[in-house]
């Protein structure tokens, strides 16, 4: 409307056309950038909410999954991929280490998405998360879910390393007290034995 006041001539009619449109093109503006921004926080809202829902649901799989990782690294993928395949929309899901294909269920399809397992900066596995539709893997909730089961994993294994590091250095521990224990053991009794012989010959016999 400035423009039209400073460039438009006759400066009357100018005047008089701003007065007109005026007031209709201020409530129309004000009510489009109001539009524009509640349009933006039910985006956001949303977003919030789909975020919260796909967190719920990798706790879920994680707590599923928590008792199997004290057990091998091979058996525990065999169970984890049924209840990845169960819990999320992949249609199939294997577990790949290193190399080799160590556990497999559900259909390999062309759209695939890395579950990896991360240990000390390295990569020791990952699942690979397999969907029937190319945008029921881009999806920003399938991404997400995927991510936050990579961290709930890693966390996991680490965890039960650990343990298992733990359970391996007592029992290392228990061994060399035996090995230690035992020697002393024998040589206790051949001491008693042979006093018993120098002090009492009949009841030293069998």
Known sequence: MALILLLARPWSQALSLVQLIGIPQILSNSLGVAMFFAVLIQVEREEERIGAAYARKALEI???????????????????????????????????????????????????????????QQTIGHFSLYYERAQDKNNTGSIALVKGLSQLFSQQYALSEAERQGHLVNQAEIKSLQAQMNPHFLFNILNAVKSLIRSNQEEASP
């Open 62 to 120: 994680a707590e599923q999954t928590l008792s199997y990782w004290r057990g091998s690294l091979h058996e525990a993928a065999e169970q984890i991929c049924v209840i990845l395949l169960e819990g999320t929309d992949a249609v199939g899901v294997a577990f790949w280490n290193e190399r080799n294909e160590a556990a497999v269920q559900g259909k390999r399809t062309s759209y695939s998405m890395k579950l990896p397992i991360i240990q000390k």
